[in-house]
């Protein structure tokens, strides 16, 4: 496994550095590139297939604090998935004991009635059902998240943005009853200022 993770990661960072070499022609460090070209290098649809294997755009977008709760929910989730399976097999088979007397099933809670039995094996199969459809959105959301991380990665975030919210007043003739009559109205001015 660790393996598979290293040879992963190796085979990451030498497409990075070919595709550097490629973009630019000789290989310099990535601070001496233009954003243009890194935005190009940095794509979200790599980062977003590279996430087809958890973690792997995380890594990619070098947001490696990421990775450790990728791998902590997914983990939950499926623990518990395997966990509410388990006993939802152990009640399926009590109940198929108690109904199916040619059966060789183990009566594993001779202290439960039939309907106990019955809502127990219930409750767990909702359970399980439902984490696997939470391990499903962590998946997905791991994905997302890599390509959006991607693609904002060079966006602008200066404090040259400024936004101005103001009162004002409006002059609104073509909207007045009276075409000789001028009402004023009081509105709300934005005012976006890119520096």
């Known amino acids: 496994m660790r393996t ?3 040879l992963i990661f190796t085979l990451i960072a030498f497409n990075t550095y070919s595709q550097v070499k490629d973009v630019v022609g000789e290989v310099t460090s990535e601070e ?9 290098l940095h794509s979200p649809k790599k980062a977003a297939l590279l996430s087809l294997i958890p973690g792997g755009g995380q890594v990619f977008n070098r947001k490696y604090w990421k990775v450790p709760i990728i791998y902590g929910l997914g983990g939950t989730t ?4 395997a966990n509410n399976y388990k006993n939802y097999q152990l009640f399926r088979q009590t109940l198929i004991s108690r109904v199916d007397t040619c059966s060789d099933a183990l009566d594993s809670f001779p202290e439960l009635t039939q309907d106990g039995v019955s809502s127990e094996m219930e409750k767990y199969q909702k359970n ?17 998240d890599a390509a959006v991380d991607a693609h904002l990665m060079y966006f602008d975030v200066s404090d040259d943005l400024s936004l101005r919210v103001e009162p004002t007043v409006l002059n609104l003739n073509n909207l007045a ?10 509105g709300l001015s934005l005012k976006l200022n890119i520096k």
């Open 177 to 186: 009853f009276a075409e000789h009559r001028i009402r004023p109205t009081l």
């Open 4 to 6: 598979l993770v290293f």
């Open 78 to 81: 499926i623990y518990f998935a």
């Open 128 to 144: 399980f059902e439902l984490m696997v459809i939470a391990s499903i959105a962590v998946y997905a959301i791991q994905i997302v």
């Open 32 to 40: 001496e590139l233009p954003d243009s070209v890194k935005a190009q």
